[in-house]
């Protein structure tokens, strides 16, 4: 059974928080922590790893938009801002400091909880996305090493590239390492760098 998206919420007007934490709560949220200012919230977040944390842009101490700013530079979730200020200029400041969503108040659990489930989707679109990136540049960045290893063994054994390739291939296969590491071998052995 999946857990419920942990939820941290973030709003100075101590009523408009209640309701929203209640409204979250109702429509089977896991609320772990609100706070009143956006300072709390980055430390919070820090702390809890939260799913998702619904800013206020207008907030004491630090505002909701360079807290999100905060919680996006540290990876501790996903955005999404809450405010009274419609206007296209703050929408834009929140979608640059990486919010994943916009509610303008007043707002009802008909307005929150959609933005909320689009905004967790999209945090969990970035995670998967990262993570494909991340792996990708590790293919890449093997696949140069091996290269330059091929590079290596046609200069020094005089052999062709596919043989060069086969050569670690082979290596690799019967020692049980990656071709990366097979190549990484070649150059502490030949005292070359990868």
Do not use: C, W
């Amino acid at each position: 059974m999946e857990s419920a998206p942990r939820i941290i919420v973030a709003e100075d007007e101590a009523l408009i928080r209640m309701d929203l934490v209640e409204m979250l709560r109702e429509a089977g949220f896991d609320v772990v922590g609100h706070v009143g200012d956006g300072r709390a919230a980055v430390d919070l977040a820090r702390r809890l790893t939260p799913d998702l944390v619904i800013l206020d842009v207008k907030m004491p101490v630090l505002d909701g938009i360079s807290a999100a700013e905060q919680i996006v530079a540290e990876d501790l979730g996903s955005e999404l801002m809450l405010t009274a200020f419609g206007q296209r200029s703050l929408v834009q400041r929140a979608v640059e400091a990486g919010a994943m969503g916009y509610v303008v108040k007043p707002f009802t659990a008909s307005d929150v909880v959609p933005a909320v489930e689009v905004a967790l989707a999209r945090g969990r679109q970035m995670v998967t996305l990262r993570a494909e990136v991340s792996g990708l540049e590790g293919a890449l960045e093997a696949r140069k090493v091996v290269d330059r290893a091929k590079a290596l063994l046609m200069r020094n054994k005089g052999v062709s590239e596919a043989e060069a390739f086969r050569l670690i291939q082979t290596t690799a296969m019967d020692s049980r390492l990656s071709m990366r590491e097979v190549a990484e071998q070649l150059f502490k052995e030949s005292d070359a760098t990868p």
